[in-house]
Nanobody, 120 residues
Framework: QVQLVESGGGLVQAGGSLRLSCTASASRSIFRPNAMGWYRQAPGKQRELVASITSGGSTNYADSVKGRFSISRDNAKNTVYLQMNSLKPEDTAVYYC????????????WGKGILVTVSQ
Protein backbone atom coordinates (compact mmCIF):
# COMPACT_ATOMS: atom_id res chain seq x y z
CA GLN A 1 0.00 0.00 0.00
CA VAL A 2 1.15 3.53 -0.73
CA GLN A 3 0.82 6.30 1.82
CA LEU A 4 1.13 10.03 1.22
CA VAL A 5 1.83 12.41 4.08
CA GLU A 6 1.24 16.11 3.43
CA SER A 7 2.41 19.04 5.51
CA GLY A 8 2.86 22.79 5.38
CA GLY A 9 -0.62 24.18 5.03
CA GLY A 10 -2.20 26.84 7.19
CA LEU A 11 -3.38 30.42 7.31
CA VAL A 12 -1.46 33.19 5.58
CA GLN A 13 -2.17 36.76 4.58
CA ALA A 14 -2.49 37.74 0.95
CA GLY A 15 0.94 38.27 -0.55
CA GLY A 16 2.52 35.75 1.77
CA SER A 17 4.15 32.40 1.11
CA LEU A 18 3.71 28.79 2.11
CA ARG A 19 5.56 25.61 1.25
CA LEU A 20 3.72 22.31 0.99
CA SER A 21 5.47 18.96 1.25
CA CYS A 22 4.27 15.47 0.44
CA THR A 23 6.24 12.31 1.13
CA ALA A 24 5.20 9.03 -0.45
CA SER A 25 6.06 5.65 1.02
CA ALA A 26 5.15 2.08 0.15
CA SER A 27 5.18 -1.21 2.01
CA ARG A 28 7.28 -2.86 -0.68
CA SER A 29 10.91 -2.75 -1.63
CA ILE A 30 10.44 -1.25 -5.08
CA PHE A 31 8.50 1.99 -5.36
CA ARG A 32 9.31 4.44 -8.10
CA PRO A 33 6.77 7.23 -8.50
CA ASN A 34 6.42 8.70 -11.96
CA ALA A 35 4.51 11.98 -11.96
CA MET A 36 3.94 13.75 -8.66
CA GLY A 37 1.75 16.76 -8.25
CA TRP A 38 -0.67 18.94 -6.38
CA TYR A 39 -4.36 19.47 -6.97
CA ARG A 40 -6.72 21.76 -5.11
CA GLN A 41 -10.40 21.99 -4.45
CA ALA A 42 -12.07 25.17 -3.31
CA PRO A 43 -15.55 25.13 -1.72
CA GLY A 44 -18.20 24.53 -4.35
CA LYS A 45 -15.66 23.93 -7.10
CA GLN A 46 -14.19 20.92 -8.84
CA ARG A 47 -10.75 19.61 -8.03
CA GLU A 48 -8.17 21.12 -10.37
CA LEU A 49 -4.53 20.53 -11.18
CA VAL A 50 -2.20 23.08 -9.65
CA ALA A 51 1.18 21.72 -10.71
CA SER A 52 2.86 18.45 -11.59
CA ILE A 53 6.40 17.20 -12.11
CA THR A 54 7.68 14.08 -13.81
CA SER A 55 10.47 11.88 -12.52
CA GLY A 56 12.70 13.58 -15.08
CA GLY A 57 11.85 17.03 -13.77
CA SER A 58 9.45 18.31 -16.42
CA THR A 59 6.85 20.58 -14.87
CA ASN A 60 3.33 21.68 -15.69
CA TYR A 61 1.38 24.51 -14.03
CA ALA A 62 -2.14 25.81 -14.04
CA ASP A 63 -2.27 29.22 -15.72
CA SER A 64 -3.59 30.77 -12.50
CA VAL A 65 -0.40 29.94 -10.58
CA LYS A 66 2.29 30.38 -13.21
CA GLY A 67 5.00 32.73 -11.99
CA ARG A 68 3.87 32.42 -8.37
CA PHE A 69 4.11 28.71 -7.54
CA SER A 70 7.05 26.38 -8.05
CA ILE A 71 7.00 22.59 -7.86
CA SER A 72 10.04 20.45 -7.17
CA ARG A 73 10.82 16.93 -6.00
CA ASP A 74 13.46 14.89 -4.26
CA ASN A 75 13.46 11.48 -5.90
CA ALA A 76 15.66 9.96 -3.22
CA LYS A 77 13.05 10.87 -0.60
CA ASN A 78 9.96 10.37 -2.80
CA THR A 79 8.95 13.85 -1.76
CA VAL A 80 7.30 16.61 -3.76
CA TYR A 81 7.23 20.26 -2.74
CA LEU A 82 5.05 23.18 -3.74
CA GLN A 83 6.45 26.62 -3.01
CA MET A 84 3.59 29.10 -3.10
CA ASN A 85 4.45 32.79 -3.26
CA SER A 86 2.35 35.92 -3.70
CA LEU A 87 -0.67 34.04 -2.42
CA LYS A 88 -4.11 35.37 -3.19
CA PRO A 89 -7.45 34.78 -1.43
CA GLU A 90 -8.56 32.78 -4.48
CA ASP A 91 -5.78 30.27 -3.72
CA THR A 92 -7.75 29.23 -0.65
CA ALA A 93 -8.54 25.54 -1.00
CA VAL A 94 -7.79 22.07 0.20
CA TYR A 95 -4.61 20.96 -1.54
CA TYR A 96 -4.16 17.30 -2.40
CA CYS A 97 -0.93 15.51 -3.18
CA UNK A 98 -1.10 13.09 -6.11
CA UNK A 99 1.40 10.41 -7.06
CA UNK A 100 1.27 8.27 -10.17
CA UNK A 101 3.10 4.99 -10.51
CA UNK A 102 3.28 3.08 -13.76
CA UNK A 103 3.92 -0.65 -13.45
CA UNK A 104 1.65 -2.55 -15.82
CA UNK A 105 -1.04 0.07 -15.46
CA UNK A 106 -1.02 3.61 -14.10
CA UNK A 107 -1.99 3.83 -10.45
CA UNK A 108 -3.08 7.10 -8.84
CA UNK A 109 -2.53 7.70 -5.15
CA TRP A 110 -3.93 10.65 -3.19
CA GLY A 111 -3.14 12.34 0.06
CA LYS A 112 -5.86 13.24 2.55
CA GLY A 113 -5.61 16.92 1.70
CA ILE A 114 -4.28 19.94 3.54
CA LEU A 115 -6.05 23.26 3.99
CA VAL A 116 -4.53 26.49 2.75
CA THR A 117 -6.36 29.66 3.73
CA VAL A 118 -5.33 33.03 2.36
CA SER A 119 -6.87 36.02 4.11
CA GLN A 120 -7.31 39.53 2.68
Amino acid sequence: QVQLVESGGGLVQAGGSLRLSCTASASRSIFRPNAMGWYRQAPGKQRELVASITSGGSTNYADSVKGRFSISRDNAKNTVYLQMNSLKPEDTAVYYCNVQEKVFVTMDYWGKGILVTVSQ
